[in-house]
């Protein structure tokens, strides 16, 4: 981090470590905002063959209107149809209509895809993509007196005054941060904290295949198969099949955390080729609970993006100071941190239902949820209504007075006429029941008199 000064030769220099959803983002809104930086991949290709599905809300495809490519994206993908949650062999329990909602709410199709197309739209859409370095794997990070060096395998370097982490849920960078934490102040990184990145409940196989021929699936639909300790993913676009299976077993014992080898990726996928994943296909025929990792990890680029813009869009090379610069970063987590906490937890908890890790969940996931989905999808709603976009670009094709966008301001409106029509409600009732207890007691006179 760099020290106290006022001005600086250079201008202030960002280094991002992973050329994923985050890392392009990154690049995108900081080209946008005119500051100076370089995207570190570790890969020879942008686009790799790995990846799962993904599903973008309004907030983030909002974003990418900003990127200037959201008009691409649905020009290419099919908007969802239809949303299913199954049971263990694959019957139906309920359609789950969340997502059309939102869509027509916030005036934006459902945007349903893999990762690999999603990273290649925002590579493709990025306005200067030299900025993007293939075959560069960070190894370390130092920090000197005027800002910090990255040293990659290849034996290059790059300096800069912030490094910021896009690399992933094995993150390199967290884990040079943690040891430089121990380093310098120990115990100030919680064992605990560190236990959670390395030890999983769950564990997942996720894939992308052709749909098989026989599947009839659909041009875009959603399937859910919920099931004891296992549940099941099936998303249709076009003429591909994303699908994967989130499990709880033996597995999640911490010798075997991080990544899965190839061999026990064979040995659960012949584990679960034969559960039935709709009233026609199975696992097998295939060659994660809904994720909303992506869309919160953008959201959290654009607020930083926001707060360098303010700082240095107007003043690129102005020196700021460790305090001031670790003020931002405060800055940043106290913005991000409510939010990002509320979704790992919802997360969790969906994971759990899910996958009937007690009688309420089982209860809950299979008979009540479809009776209160509606108050679940108002709460995304409002969560994505007030959801951080860029403040200093404008959106180009979406309609920013849908009501989605307003939904929070029109709360105290919607509970007003909430409470006209429960009075409403309420005295209806009264009169209904009143009036038929009449009827029955025979005087039709005063019933008439009611209705009217
Ligand atoms: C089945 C499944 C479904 C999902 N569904 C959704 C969904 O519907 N919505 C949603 O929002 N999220 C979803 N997610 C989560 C989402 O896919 C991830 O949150 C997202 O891909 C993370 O993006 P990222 O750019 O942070 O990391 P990544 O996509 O992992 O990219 C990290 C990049 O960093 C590079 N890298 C790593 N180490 C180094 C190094 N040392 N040096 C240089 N480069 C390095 C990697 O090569 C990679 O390119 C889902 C995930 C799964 C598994």
Same mark, same amino acid.
């Given at each position: ?11 202030? !220099? ?30 020879? &290709? ?67 895809? *893999? ?13 200067? &993509? ?30 800069? *005054? ?20 121990? &380093?310098?102040? #120990?115990?100030?990184? #919680? ?20 749909? #098989? ?110 305090? *001031? ?10 913005? !991000? ?51 951080? &976009? ?8 979406? *309609? ?53």
């Amino acid at each position: 981090m760099a020290d106290k000064d006022s001005t600086s030769p250079k201008p202030f !220099r960002v280094i991002v470590i992973g050329a994923g959803i985050v890392g392009l983002s990154l690049s995108h809104a900081l080209q946008l905002a005119n500051i100076e930086h370089v995207v570190l991949e570790k890969h020879d &290709k942008i686009v790799s063959i790995k990846g799962a599905a993904l599903i973008v809300w309004p907030a983030v495809a909002r974003i990418f209107d900003q990127f200037g490519i959201l008009d691409r994206i649905t020009k290419t993908t099919a908007p969802v149809e239809n949303s299913y949650k199954r049971w263990p062999d694959g019957s139906l329990i309920c359609r789950d209509d969340t997502m059309q909602t939102v869509s027509r709410l916030f005036k934006i199709p459902s945007i349903l895809f *893999d990762r690999q197309t999603c990273v290649s739209h925002l590579y493709e859409g990025l306005p200067d &993509k030299s900025k993007i370095h293939t075959s560069r794997r960070l190894e370390r990070i130092e920090q000197t007196d005027t800002g910090v060096r990255v040293h990659l395998a290849d034996g290059s370097i790059e300096e800069g *005054d912030m490094v910021i982490g896009a690399d992933g849920v094995h993150s390199h960078v967290r884990k040079l941060m943690w040891d430089y934490a121990d &380093k310098f102040e #120990p115990g100030s990184i #919680p064992e605990i904290d560190k236990e959670v990145m390395s030890f999983g409940e769950y564990r997942g196989l996720f894939g992308v295949s052709t749909a #098989p021929d026989n599947a009839q699936l659909g041009n875009s639909n959603t399937h859910m198969i919920l099931g004891q300790d296992v549940t099941m993913l099936l998303f249709s676009q076009m003429d591909k099949a994303m699908w994967g299976v989130t499990f709880k077993d033996e597995f999640q014992k911490a010798e075997h955390k991080g990544k899965a080898t190839e061999a026990e990726i064979e040995a659960v996928a012949e584990r679960f080729a034969d559960l039935p994943m709709t009233n026609n296909i199975t696992l097998g025929d295939m060659t994660a609970d809904l994720g909303m990792g992506a869309n919160i990890a953008v959201e959290s680029a654009i607020h930083l993006c926001n707060i360098l813009h303010r700082e240095f869009a107007s003043n690129p090379t102005r020196r700021i100071s460790t305090p *001031d610069l670790a003020a931002l970063f405060a800055e940043y987590q106290a913005g !991000r941190y409510a939010r990002a906490k509320e979704y790992v937890e919802t997360s969790g908890k969906l994971t759990r239902m899910n996958s009937h890790q007690s009688y309420f969940d089982h209860f809950f996931a299979g008979y009540l949820h479809k009776y209160i989905m509606q108050s679940g999808g108002k709460a995304l709603i409002e969560s994505l209504s007030v959801a951080p &976009k860029l403040d200093y670009a404008p959106t180009r094709t979406i *309609d920013e007075s849908a009501e989605g966008w307003h939904w929070m301001e029109t709360q105290e409106m919607r509970k007003g006429k909430k409470g006209v029509w429960f009075k409403y409600m309420v005295l209806t009732s009264i009169v209904g029941v009143t009036a038929a207890y009449m009827a029955r007691a025979g005087l039709p006179a005063l019933l008439m008199q009611l209705n009217v």
